[in-house]
């Protein structure tokens, strides 16, 4: 079983820019779909951004698109978030996830290995 741990978060001034990490061990990383979600106090868990296995192009909610990034080094066991342009709504507690669907998904309940979340902080 792949276990995850993020890491990157902290707090940055709207405009800002922060990259967040997902280092996994156990398992076969190569053969997870793998996402970011985030929640905010009081919503719901919402879909962030999707990397496929190998060779896929990456996916990202409207909400961040043209901002957030996602990407994964196979050889490194991590995956990456990259955000910038960052506005106070994206203040979350972000989560990385992975699960062995082949079928691309960005609805959470399909995620089945779960980080214990970091915590990002858009303010002024």
């Known amino acids: 079983q792949v276990q995850l741990v993020e890491s990157g978060g902290g707090l940055v001034q709207p405009g800002g820019s922060l990259r967040l990490s997902c280092a996994a061990s156990?398992?076969?990383?190569?053969?997870?779909?793998m996402a970011w979600f985030r929640q905010a106090p009081g919503k719901e868990r919402e879909f962030v951004a999707r990397?496929?296995?190998?060779?896929?192009?990456?996916y990202t909610a409207d909400s961040v698109k043209g901002r957030f990034t996602i990407s994964r080094e196979n050889a490194k066991n991590t995956v990456h978030l990259q955000m910038s342009s960052l506005r106070p709504e994206d203040t979350a507690v972000y989560y990385c996830?992975?699960?062995?669907?082949?079928?691309?998904?960005?609805?959470?309940?399909?995620?089945?290995?779960w980080g214990q979340g970091t915590q990002v902080t858009v303010s002024s």
């Open positions: 156990g398992g076969t990383f190569s053969w997870y779909q």
């Open positions: 996830a992975g699960t062995g669907r082949v079928v691309p998904s960005t609805a959470a309940g399909d995620y089945d290995v």
């Open positions: 990397i496929m296995r190998i060779g896929s192009v990456p």
